[in-house]
């Protein structure tokens, strides 16, 4: 079993940065694969980020592909999502999620355990 609790969201004008945390329970946090995923207005969650047991791995939807980078720390049971560029669009609230597998994972279904979300809004 895995608590996740996520932190850092917040509102910033377009073109700001936030960066997320993600703060895991339990011993075996480095045997899960992490992933941020997100929901916008109205919206389906969709995934953002994914990251491998080791960190040595990283996948990410094309809309934060250069914009966002998802890291982890092991000895800290934490994962997170350092976001640049924002943009109104990025607006949503910012899910972690734990993936009992080692690979990291783009496929929302992999993913067994959730935090509550954290809302990022981006103002114009």
């Known amino acids: 079993q895995v608590q996740l609790v996520e932190s850092g969201g917040g509102l910033v004008q377009a073109g700001g940065s936030l960066r997320l945390s993600c703060a895991a329970s339990g011993r075996t946090f480095s045997t899960y694969a992490m992933g941020w995923f997100r929901q916008g207005p109205g919206k389906e969650r969709e995934f953002v980020a994914t990251i491998s047991w080791s960190g040595s791995s990283t996948y990410y939807a094309d809309s934060a592909k250069g914009r966002f980078t998802i890291s982890r720390d092991n000895a800290k049971n934490t994962v997170y999502l350092q976001m640049h560029s924002l943009k109104p669009e990025d607006t949503a609230v910012y899910y972690c999620?734990?993936?009992?597998?080692?690979?990291?994972?783009?496929?929302?279904?992999?993913?067994?355990?959730w935090g509550q979300g954290t809302q990022v809004t981006v103002s114009s």
């Open positions: 999620a734990a993936a009992r597998r080692l690979g990291a994972s783009g496929s929302i279904n992999e993913y067994s355990y």
